[in-house]
């Protein structure tokens, strides 16, 4: 009798632990609403073997003459041809669950659980792909090579149009050598910003509408900018928007802290200026995403693989703007 008040006193004064979400386990994970609307936003393409082709009329003279009684008459300048070309790859992710675990696991679906988070997978490691390049270093195992999905953060000057941010000619063109006494840095940062943003639109060829990708830091420097008095220069994310003359400031968490090294020198990416209908993701018919399932007998496994098979790139010259701070 001891023993069973014992229990009962246990029982109500340290009660059995009880869920407080019962079902599928909650995802602690980054923010990825970005990744539908880079890959909703593409222009889609059923061909993925691809080549582009443009007549560089820059340098070229091209120019008509006035014709002079018994001279000759001269050619025009020789044009020069611009063009690259894309193929395909595959990109996949692949896992696997004991069918232990599926039978013992009842208070939800642990395999549309663990689909879906292959599914995620999949799109942001494409959508990172996309904007600047999977991660990983060229020869690195499992590789989403630019030969074949041409990140625009690191597409070459023909297509993607990188622009240097100078802080410090924007802190002395505000106010010369007495800027830290009136503007804060919030002001100086977001003015840099702007101004490069606008310059660099003035080579900017692609189809207009551009949305900004930039880090939460970024937008909040810009959004915390004040003027002499300390009031905010920028009310809001649409004021912001159009002060940078843009649709849509889009932030992205996965930009932070992101550099590359160009001639040796190395410069953190800030943010890039693009309208995604001008890359153009190419799959033939059996490349969209397809998922697979197998059972493995020897050791009890259901195994399962979702893939796709495409290629991307911009497809237009001077198509998006890069803004990169030298470190």
């Not at 009136?182 to 509408?209: C, D, M, P, Q, V």
Request: glycine share 6%.
């Amino acid at each position: 009798i001891g023993g069973k008040l014992h229990d009962v006193y246990q029982k109500q004064l340290f009660p059995d632990y009880k869920l407080l979400n019962p079902g599928a386990p909650e995802k602690i994970d980054n923010d990825y609403a970005w990744v539908d609307r880079v890959l909703s936003r593409a222009h889609k393409s059923p061909i993925s073997r691809v080549r582009t082709r443009y007549a560089d009329l820059r340098e070229a003279d091209i120019k008509a003459m006035g014709y002079e009684k018994t001279k000759e008459k001269k050619l025009i300048g020789q044009l020069k041809l611009l063009g690259r070309s894309h193929d395909p790859q595959t990109v996949y992710v692949k896992d696997k669950l004991e069918r232990d675990d599926i039978i013992d696991i009842t208070d939800f679906d642990i395999v549309a659980y663990q689909k879906g988070i292959m599914e995620n997978s999949l799109k942001r490691t494409l959508a990172t792909a996309i904007l600047i390049g999977d991660g990983r270093e060229d020869g690195e195992e499992g590789k989403i090579k630019e030969a074949h999905i041409k990140s625009i953060w690191n597409d070459e000057e023909l297509y993607t149009i990188h622009t240097d941010v100078d802080i410090e000619a924007a802190r002395n063109e505000i106010q010369g050598s007495d800027t830290d006494k009136h503007f804060s840095e919030n002001y100086i940062y977001a003015e840099a910003i702007i101004t490069a943003a606008l310059y660099s639109r003035e080579k900017y060829k692609g189809s207009g509408a551009l949305d900004f990708y930039c880090t939460p830091h970024l937008l909040n420097v810009m959004l915390l900018a004040r003027d002499l008095n300390g009031r905010r220069i920028y009310n809001s994310k649409a004021d912001l928007a159009q002060a940078l003359n843009v649709k849509e400031i889009i932030e992205i968490e996965q930009f932070e802290n992101k550099t590359r090294t160009v001639d040796g020198q190395t410069k953190k990416l800030l943010g890039l200026f693009v309208n995604m209908n001008d890359y153009q993701i190419g799959s033939t018919k059996g490349g969209q995403i397809t998922s697979f399932e197998d059972f493995d007998i020897d050791f009890n496994q259901h195994k399962y693989l979702m893939e796709t098979r495409v290629s991307g790139a911009l497809i237009k010259p001077f198509a998006a703007i890069a803004l990169e701070e030298p470190v």
